[in-house]
């Protein structure tokens, strides 16, 4: 039994990756950029539900939509405010500037908040017990598997049947191509943060719903682990960073259990080393050949 | 006519590299003096020896991202090797080698051995993989290595070095030490560590990094930079090239790391994590890549910078890392402004011509 336990919060701790990871992947694929300060969109989105159902009394779901709206305008004004004028910029400057933005919102969420760790309260409680309580499924591992698949679903319906999702495959190939075509390249990057924004910030709720610790810092670890998911599965494309994460997710579960603690995150980027080694554009990553 | 046109190229390049000495010797006796006069805070005189080991970080990872072309998001992995192995040894040999410098040299020496070892185990399978995924794999090592040293137990009695990676396995001798503790870090470190060392191991560093890039190997990698396919097809082995300038950079940054980590009475692992790899790679970048003088400059003032009184003060005290977000922004977005370019291009001019021949002497 502690065997389907182990599975079943590696699937929860990887569809919290594969969340985080589509947010990485999608923004990479059509801007080309590592954005790092992902992660710490993550911690905002916690710390908006956090005081929105603590303080404020909302309901939990009023919450979320809350971190969500946040979240969202957040990546937008990143974006339009450091990203935007670095578009012909070399992609080691708007790396740094990542990270600057992301030290400016770990700061900022320092000074505003405290660096005092806070306790989340999950958004859903209890849980369910099956085979005369030897397996334990709490309602945040439900939740979170069903909003990881709900969200997988409809961004694939989104990215390859919408309009705007055409304009944001077109992007990714060929910006120049696109433009020529008539789509509003800018637009279309914005609101790819837009929609990486918004899915931080469900993931930040989930996260710390199931880990209910939250700090300044939260975001970050989890950041470079879904990083490496995105990675893992091929960065850019939507289904890689699915299976990243959910592998991730039980690689990690596993490593804790079986093998030591302490050694869990050495081993997840073992894993990703050893993948990139073997198959160095990810798992399900296409390969693209150089033309000279 | 062309042996004139090279020797003067030459000469610039070796102007160049002189300057370089000089800015640094001429930097260490003003401070010496002002030492002796006693004119430096205590929190300045605390930041000496770490603003040596982060511009020798510095110029050496300028070595991989600024001429090689390859980013490196691991570079403290290194450090980390350099100042664990440096620690150990320090304590391993305090009772035969009696001479605090000697100890130092020796602890340093082998700290660079380990960051060479730590960058060929990396660089061997990695530097195949290209851009961004090198990046990732840099920072995955990064990880690790702290991760590793994290639970590592290292001891030493009578019989030698032991290791363990649980406290409870750890079984010395009566009169044994204890040097690593897992999570808790080297601890207990004799202070060996000092301002000369550190000038010297930058001096040591300026020499091998500028005569690397002035010489034939470092005209492969700088080509290799410019142009992989083409230096491919003129017949330049890829793989020994990467792997030279990774490896140097890595051997320097384990220098570095020994000298830092006998600094400190205790040491811990995760010191050297992701953020300090940043940070140098900050350094690098506000210095201008490929520019080693840009580096150690960059290195000494924004390592020195959150220590001076000023940024000390109460009204500043909790905005320092804000203002250094909010500045390192807003510098990117400014050096890369088409308009302010033009703006500032009579001096921007001045500087590129002379990186300009810099970069001529050096192919």
Redesign the interface.
Known sequence: MSFLNNVITGISLGSIYAIIALGYTMVYGIAKMLNFAHGDVIMVGAYVCFFATGSFGLHPVAGVLLAMVVCTILGMVIEGLAYKPLRQAPSLAVLITAIGVSWFLQNSAQLLWGAAPKVFTPVVSGGLSIFGGQLNISYVTILTVASCLVIMAVLSAFIGKGKMGKAMRACSEDKGAAQLMGINVNSTISMTFAIGSALAAIAGVLMCSAYPTLMPTTGSLPGIKAFTAAVFGGIGSVPGAFVGGLLLGIIEIFAKAYISTDLSDAIVFLALIIVLLVKPSGLLGKYVPEKV | MTAMKQARRLRKATVNSFINYAIVIVAFIILQILLGQDMISNSIQSMLVPVCCYIVMAVSLNLT?GILGE?SLGHAGFMSLGAFSGIIVSTALKDVVEAEPLRLLLAMLVGAVMGGIGGVIVGL??L???G??L???T???G??IK??I??LYVGIDGDGLHMA?KEANLTLAEDGIAIIK??MGAVGVTKIASFTAGFILILVTLFVVQNLVDSRAGRAILSLRDNR?AAESCGINVTKYKLMAFVVSAVLAGAAGALYGLNYSSTVASKFD?NTS?LV??YV?LGG?GSIRGSIIAAAILTMLPEMSFMRSSSLK??R??L???I??LV??A???PVLRNAFGSVSKKFKSSKKQEGGAAQ
Request: no cysteine; hydrophobic share 65%; proline share 4%.
């Open positions: 991202v980013l399978p990695v195949r993989l290209r961004d995924y990046a990732i794999v920072l995955a090592f990880e690790i991760n590793v994290m639970v990676t897992g999570p396919i992701f940043i790679l900050v970048v890549l909790d905005y890392m804000l250094y977000a909010v390192l922004i990117m977005l050096s890369n402004n």
